[in-house]
């Protein structure tokens, strides 16, 4: 722990990376730096690794491509749609869920559900829900006096269904780190509150919020990266289709159609390296905000 | 590791010098679940039981996307398996890239070449489909074709004959468009599956010559025309959530509806419940006729040791035997693939029996396919793009078609951009 | 505010922390529970706060039943033994908390907290956070928390544990003032029995759940109604002795008479058990001695020596000044001082004195 | 009366919640027991007209179902197991061991959670056929027995664990990687639970990669069998869902299984302070 | 186990926790840090330990240079102030995990166990998590930890300040017996004078990172040499008088003389600072008094009652035994014993005595 020991620790921390280090570089960080690479690669023969041109038109390409620019938006309106709505309703169940409530281990087991099951299947079932005729979600509507709402076939309602779609198959794990986060909360940091004469709004916004902010701030920043990928929900609930009038058209689903329809490795890592530097943008604004609003002890 | 694609084989001399063969394994990956993965699998054991020395295994792959993306990867990685099913337009990036196999030379040899009967037997519009600079790559394997679909009650109680134009049928999407009712129904996708609206109207999607789309053609326009006027108009309407026309038909919310025939099991089922007395017919005729065929084609793969390709070769020929065609064509949901398989007695008695595919085979003669350009997805999802734009009313028929026609060209060019030489 | 409590009770799970407890502390009152690890005076305390539920019993403020308040409605301030300061606020913040709680207005507070920051000497502290704190200054901090909001209630649970002496006492004498000044009913748990002697009006001794002895401080040193108390009381061990009751005196083992004060006279007993503190030892010479003992060691504890010394397996303590100079080794002779023997009863080990119980 | 309201509010919550929540796999069940034709029925039928475990019977005799449960347990165990291992010893050092270096290994790993799975399919399948693996189980767990997510979120916990632990250990004459075994592992043992659960699910549910690393049956994963029920012309609702319904049973038995410990929460008292 | 410390100091961001200390601690000698709260007590422990890199400095265990060893390999055994028990082992698991480090095999170490709980008295507790424990039973499982192990030093953080009078005083008792028989080299941190003198072989006094005295515990107690030694020892604060010297005497501000000692005489010096313990100032008749003033309050300590007056703004005390029986509000006279006062030097605050430094 000394200053001679500096390099043993390097070695010591090494070794406990080792493993992971090693499967996370071959098959995460390796692939990665090709994908970087390949984003340069303006024409590219990727069955048979020839690269007959550098350059950065993919970048180029990209930035005048209205299908991407709208894959941006649709993206950001995603994830600016889901990730707040699920991590709001997250806290609130969680924060329910962690007062004395009877039948608490039921509820809990009931919203992580969804978390369960697989996209392709439970999309289907979604697709049910949001039928504009015959859908329950239509029909439950119906009894509050809302007209019938095109959910999958209205480009205004797609985004709308899938964000619905994401919240719901969130929800159950966000509640559940969440609620995890709140039992690590002392219970000493609450009697002193109640002592302080906090009722329990105040002892929630004022111990239990920043005493979890460390879990809160995990979530948002796994579900903020989550929501930037997100596509086989798309994929799943429009037919493997980008929803009507491509309203449904995410960055990764024109990702894999660049890459699997046509056959343009280049762009589609390119816009793989758009992607990557949105997401790390906003994580490190959040990091940076977290600096400031998140407690470690 | 990937041993069933490496074991080689071949004449080895045993001790006594005769020449002993061993069973040449090789790869066939599809698509094929259901019904007709169990019929596929069964041709194949039989196969495999005549042929001593040959053991075909087949692969269900996952649906076609799921095999096509395989196959790339599996280019990428050298991993090929020796035949498999592929639509055309996809085997296209083989082809340039040298993977695929000129299966000329095994289709002309004099000595394990095809019988020229049986060779002349395959309706042109397929045979010719697989062709690359004049040479063929792939032979047709899973066919079917887009059919017309109609609810034979309503149709009867209307006094409407079965729409065999174009007029007849808009006629009829009227007449039957009543009390909330639809007329007409279509895939939510239609759009992709557009072409053969276009091709009937006369038109093309594809320029074969220049080798670029032609969307904003006069004929796609007419056809574009012609479908969005009807939605418009309220008498034709897209599946919407149902995706297939199944839906909307099989609860009688809709009347004439048109789809592939790979619907029929599902039409079948489904108004087994609701008591809808359908049929199907051949698709009604525009300024000329023409019937989109649909499904795969088998190809070989040139990664494959001489043996192996020399074994598939014996499986692709004996996907064509009448009796093999004609039991692919009953038990399957596919049409046979020769004329002597749709001629065969059996096969006839067994069109009584189902009339669904009537339609298909009487469409033979006008059959044609999509065009196999490189990325020609890029075609068929533009056009889907333009008939969702039209239909919301956010372009009008000729914008709309105008930036399809500018889409697909540049994701069609960059694709070939990245195999150019 | 006066504090009542009746038939207090609560058990975890197969402990019984406290017993059917009655209590009355009366406005303004400073009462310390006093008693050995264990015996259930946090526990008492947070019931009183409202923070744990009693099984049975009730708690009255102004004889107004107040067990189904919630803690937040009661208006106590409480320092808690593990300090429980929150950790993501600064120490200013930390007791502008309860303030602001209080939505008293900003500057109000902040002048509040100063002065009660340096009441506690912590006013350089204030921007750190308790994790950079030593265990003695969070305490304090906690104290400061609990103060500020000058309550009506006032609950400790052994403040002062981590504060050197020095301070122990200042700090002591300031909460004293502090709470007389504001006539603050308070409860101040400790396990020090010189703390609660200074600082309380009455003392309530607790084993095992129960209630021993409530009196004020004199009282319950030289007047323990039990052995326990007799034992818990005074920071140096009393001494024990098993003996005879005679009317000439209690008679030891040895056969040595200890007379006896007035209030043991007349008693009807044989067997009694004898306490008597180090400091009612008296050395003298060797004619009137009572005990006559080899010293084992002799520690200086303050401005005395205690001289420690065996008779038998047991062990004996008593206070002799320095300028005995008495050491280890040393045969020593002592006396009773009479007056302030204590006997109890050897069975019950209830005191047998008459003025009490 | 005030808290009466408030609590019958609470419940409501609760139950509305629950409801939203379990309509899909009411709606999921239902359907599994459906015939087709009712399936296309609008509108729908809460519940089939009666219930047909027929579908339940082609789905199992379709599938190479024995094949696939072996193969998804074997693949789901080693990629759990796998994770934890080395997650476990990952977020150790980035919690407890200092070097220089550590923070710009961790942000480098920490960004390759920014990158589309869909995207690495490509490469590590090539990277995997360089390796000889393609169509082996080895490809399907090898690249996932690791996950920066889970270092990330043990990291979390394992910071949060009071540094006096780690002292009285030390003091105790316990290394640090006893500590880590010793004090932190069940310390943090309801976020171990919960990364393994995750990992259970994400593992067990994984479609598109055994899709596309494996080519024959027998080294195939159950939710592959989901394949088997498309067709080009959509789903076959009825069967997908049975098959779904079949496959998700093992997953909510486990959960339900660790879910106790994940509530546990960490016990944080016998630390003053 | 012989230790050296050598020019040991530590910087927290601004905060200098320990500055150059410098230390020898004998073989099998008991050692006490003294200091008030902040002083550095705990940072200087934990850099013995090497919890803490010191930032200058180096530290010898029997001359072996030991700053560069991990702490797992000093064999030591440590008491926390704040316990860091294990919360996930029950209280056996936690007293049998450092003897598990060591390899002992099972049936030894739940030997070693069991007495090591049966000396702190928590038998019953065994079972039981850390979170099911009183304060002053988590301090005492603590204690058994680091005890259990027969460490070869033994390092102890305040590890009885949550135990009650009487525990406190027996646990110490105990530590002591055991450190003795064992001839572990300890050092114990308190900021308790009493407990600090009862039980150590020598005393450290520090304040502000700074080595203030280092000796046995009367030499603190009654020659400390400093004035911050002097007020910090005593549980009762010493009383502080300004003065002038003279050599009949020290002339207080009233022109009452105080005498002096032989250690004290021919100082050259004019302003002095007068310290007085307590203990040292007598009640005494009008004409010997040297002190008169007006009782302010009395407060029971232990068996005495303390006396306090005011001079000026200045707060006084002095011991008075019951029998003197003073009460608030009246007038006493008080003289000085001549040979316990001590002077300083009114501006750096060192001792003048003769006999030391
Ligand atoms: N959560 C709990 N579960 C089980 N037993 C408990 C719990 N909390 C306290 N106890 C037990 O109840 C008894 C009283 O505990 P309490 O904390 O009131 O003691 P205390 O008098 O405050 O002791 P100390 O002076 O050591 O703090 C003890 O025996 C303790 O072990
Ligand atoms: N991590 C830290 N960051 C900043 N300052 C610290 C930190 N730890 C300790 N200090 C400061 O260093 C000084 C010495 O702290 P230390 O804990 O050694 O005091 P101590 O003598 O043990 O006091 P106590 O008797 O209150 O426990 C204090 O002023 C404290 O506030
Ligand atoms: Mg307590
Ligand atoms: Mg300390």
Redesign the interface.
């Known amino acids: ?2 200053k ?3 390099m043993k ?2 070695a ?3 070794l ?9 570089g ?7 730096i ?2 970087f690479l390949m984003s340069f690669y303006t ?7 020839i690269v ?1 041109e550098y350059g950065v038109g993919n970048y180029i390409q990209l930035a005048t491509d209205p ?1 991407f620019i709208l894959a941006l938006k649709n993206t950001s309106i995603f994830v600016f749609g889901v990730v707040p709505t699920s991590m709001i309703l997250a806290l609130f ?1 969680a924060a ?2 962690n ?1 004395k ?1 009877r039948l608490k ?1 039921f ?16 999309s ?13 979600l239509n ?1 439950g509507l119906g009894f509050l006096g809302i007209d019938l709402i ?4 209205d ?1 205004d309602w797609s985004m709308v269904s899938l964000i619905i779609l994401s919240v ?1 198959k969130t ?3 966000n509640i ?2 969440l ?2 986060g709140l ?2 909360i ?1 219970e ?2 609450y ?9 329990s709004w ?1 002892r929630f916004t ?2 239990t919020i ?2 979890l ?3 809160l701030f ?1 979530v948002s920043i ?1 579900s903020l ?1 989550g929501s ?2 997100v ?2 929900e798309v994929y799943a609930l429009f ?3 980008p929803g ?3 309203s449904a058209l995410t ?2 689903y024109y ?2 159609d660049k ?11 390119a816009a ?1 390296v758009v ?2 530097i949105i ?2 943008t906003i ?1 490190m604004i959040q990091f940076l905000i977290g600096k400031r609003f998140v ?3 | 590791n990937n041993d069933t694609n490496e074991v080689a084989s071949g004449g080895n001399q045993d001790e006594n010098g005769e020449e002993i063969q061993e069973v040449v394994e090789l790869e066939f990956w599809h698509a094929l679940s259901d019904e007709n993965g169990d019929v596929l699998q069964n041709l194949i054991d039989q196969f495999n039981n005549e042929n001593e020395f040959i053991h075909v295994n087949a692969y269900f792959q996952g649906h076609y996307r799921d095999l096509f993306e395989k196959l790339n990867g599996a280019a990428q990685a050298n991993t090929l398996p020796t035949i498999t099913m592929i639509y055309n337009n996809r085997l296209t990036a083989y082809v340039m890239n040298d993977f695929a196999e000129d299966l000329g030379p095994y289709i002309y040899d004099s000595e394990k070449g095809m019988d020229s009967a049986v060779w002349e037997d395959i309706p042109l519009g397929l045979r010719n489909d697989g062709m690359w600079d004049g040479k063929h790559y792939s032979l047709p394997f899973n066919k079917g074709s887009y059919l017309m679909f109609y609810n034979v009650d309503a149709l009867e109680a209307e006094g409407l004959k079965v729409p065999t134009t174009w007029d007849q049928l808009e006629n009829a999407a009227r007449v039957l468009s009543k009390d909330g009712k639809t007329g007409l129904v279509l895939n939510q996708s239609a759009g992709i599956d557009f072409s053969f609206w276009v091709e009937q109207a006369g038109g093309h999607i594809y320029d074969e010559e220049l080798e670029v789309p032609s969307i904003d053609s006069e004929g796609v326009k007419v056809a574009y025309e012609f479908i969005t006027g009807m939605v418009e108009e309220g008498i034709a309407q897209l599946a919407g959530e149902d995706n297939y026309i199944t839906g909307p038909m099989s609860r009688g919310e809709s009347f004439i509806g048109f789809a592939s025939s790979s619907n029929l099991p599902r039409m079948e089922e489904a108004s087994r419940e609701t008591g809808v007395n359908w049929a199907v017919a051949e698709l009604p005729s525009g300024k000329r006729e023409a019937a989109l065929f649909s499904g795969t084609d088998i190809t070989m793969f040139n990664t494959s040791t001489q043996e192996q390709k020399d074994a598939a070769w014996e499986f692709i020929k004996f996907w064509y035997q009448t009796d093999i065609t004609t039991k692919w064509g009953m038990e399957s949901g596919y049409i046979p693939l020769t004329y002597a398989g749709a001629e065969h007695p059996e096969f006839k008695s067994y069109l009584e029996k189902d009339p669904s595919k009537i339609p298909a085979i009487g469409q033979l003669s006008a059959a044609y396919q999509d065009p196999n350009g490189l990325n020609g997805y890029a075609i068929h999802s533009n056009m889907q793009t333009a008939l969702e734009e039209i239909l919301a009313g956010v372009k009008t028929i000729d914008e709309a078609l105008e930036t399809a026609q500018e889409n697909a060209t540049r994701e069609m060019e960059e694709a070939k951009r990245n195999f150019a030489q | 505010m006066q504090i009542k409590i009746r038939s207090l009770a609560k058990k975890f799970k197969d402990v019984v922390a406290v017993d059917n407890l009655n209590i009355d502390i009366e406005d303004g009152e400073l009462v310390t529970f006093l008693g050995p690890s264990g015996c259930g005076k946090s526990t008492t305390l947070f019931m009183i706060a409202g923070l744990i539920n009693q099984d049975e019993g009730s708690i009255f403020f102004e004889n107004q039943r107040i067990d189904n308040l919630k803690t937040e409605d009661r208006n106590i301030g409480m320092v808690f033994q593990n300090y429980a300061l929150y950790p993501h606020l600064t120490v200013l913040k930390n007791i502008l908390f309860p303030l602001e709680m209080m939505k008293i207005n900003k500057k109000e507070a902040l002048k509040r907290a100063e002065e009660v920051l340096e009441l506690l000497q912590i006013q350089e502290l204030g921007k750190r956070k308790p994790s950079q704190l030593s265990g003695g200054q969070q305490q304090r901090v906690a104290i400061a928390r609990a103060l500020v909001k000058k309550p009506k209630v006032l609950l400790m649970d052994e403040p002062l544990s981590n504060l050197d002496a020095k301070l122990r006492i200042e700090t002591r004498e300031e909460i004293r003032k502090l709470q007389q000044h504001l006539s603050i009913t308070t409860i101040f748990v400790t396990h020090d029995q010189d703390e609660a002697a200074s600082i309380s009006d009455r003392i309530l001794v607790l084993d095992n759940g129960k209630l021993q002895q409530y009196g004020n401080p004199r009282e319950i040193y030289e007047e323990p109604s039990n052995l326990f108390t007799a034992k818990f009381m005074g920071s140096t061990p009393i001494n024990i002795f098993d003996g005879t009751y005679t009317n000439d005196g209690i008679l030891l083992k040895d056969n040595k008479i200890v007379s006896y004060g007035e209030k043991f006279s007349d008693l009807e007993i044989n067997k009694v058990t004898l306490g008597v503190r180090p400091e009612n030892l008296i050395v003298c010479k060797k004619e009137e001695s009572s005990i006559s003992a080899k010293v084992k060691h002799v520690d200086m504890i303050g401005k005395d020596n205690l001289v420690v010394f065996y008779i038998g397996e047991e062990k004996y303590r008593f206070f002799a000044s320095p300028s005995d100079d008495i050491k280890s080794g040393d045969t020593i002779f002592l006396k009773f001082d009479k007056e302030k023997i204590m006997l109890f009863h050897p069975n019950t080990y209830e005191s047998m004195s008459r003025c009490c119980i | 009366m005030k808290n009466k309201v408030l609590r019958i509010i609470k419940y409501l919550i609760l139950v509305i919640g629950a409801l939203v929540t379990l309509i899909p796999f009411f709606w999921m069940l239902s359907t599994s027991f459906k015939t087709l034709g009712e399936v296309y029925q609008m509108p729908p039928g809460l519940l089939p007209n009666n219930f047909n475990f027929d579908n339940y019977r082609v789905v199992i005799e379709k599938t190479p179902m024995s094949t696939y449960l072996f193969n998804s347990v074997l693949v789901t165990t080693i990629v759990t197991v796998g994770t934890l291992v080395t997650s476990i010893l990952a977020a150790f050092a980035f919690s407890r061991v200092k070097f220089k270096g550590r923070d710009i290994i961790f942000t480098i790993l920490l960004s390759t959670m920014m990158v589309p799975s869909e995207l690495l399919i490509t490469p590590n399948f090539v990277i995997l056929s360089k390796l000889n693996l393609i169509n082996t189980l080895t490809a399907l767990y090898l690249p996932w027995i690791s996950s920066m997510f889970a270092i990330f979120l043990l990291r979390q916990y394992f910071l949060g664990i009071p540094e006096e632990l780690y002292y009285a250990a030390k003091v105790d004459g316990c290394s640090d990687f006893k500590y880590l075994i010793k004090v932190m592992v069940p310390l943090t043992k309801p976020a171990l639970i919960t990364i393994a659960l995750l990992k259970i699910v994400y593992s067990w549910n994984e479609f598109l990669w055994p899709m596309i690393m494996v080519s024959t049956p027998d080294k195939r994963t159950l939710p592959v069998g989901l394949a088997y029920f498309m067709t080009e012309a959509g789903p076959n609702y009825h069967l997908l869902l049975a098959y779904a319904s079949i496959i998700i049973v093992p997953v909510i038995f486990i959960y339900l299984l660790l879910q106790k410990y994940i509530i546990q929460g960490i016990t944080r008292s016998g630390i003053k302070g």
Request: charged fraction near 10%.
């Open positions: 722990m000394n001679g020991n500096s620790n390097a010591i921390g090494i406990y990376l080792l493993p992971a280090m090693v499967i996370l071959v098959f995460q960080i390796y692939p990665i090709k994908v024409q590219y023969n990727y069955f048979q690794h007959f299908k169940f329910l869920l007062s409530v281990k509820f809990r087991n009931i919203y992580f559900l969804p978390f369960v099951t697989s996209t392709v299947a439970i289907m079932v979604w697709r049910w829900i949001f039928h504009s005729k015959h859908g329950i029909y095109p959910w999958l076939i480009p719901w929800l159950g794990y559940l780190i609620l995890t039992q690590n002392d000493q940091y009697m002193a509150s109640k002592i302080d004469g906090a009722n105040k004022r111990v920043p005493l902010s460390p879990t995990f796994t990266i930037f990928k596509f086989s037919e493997k289709r009507p009038l491509n960055m990764v990702i894999y890459m699997t329809n046509q056959f343009s490795y280049g762009v589609a890592a793989s992607l990557f997401i790390l994580t407690h470690y002890k």
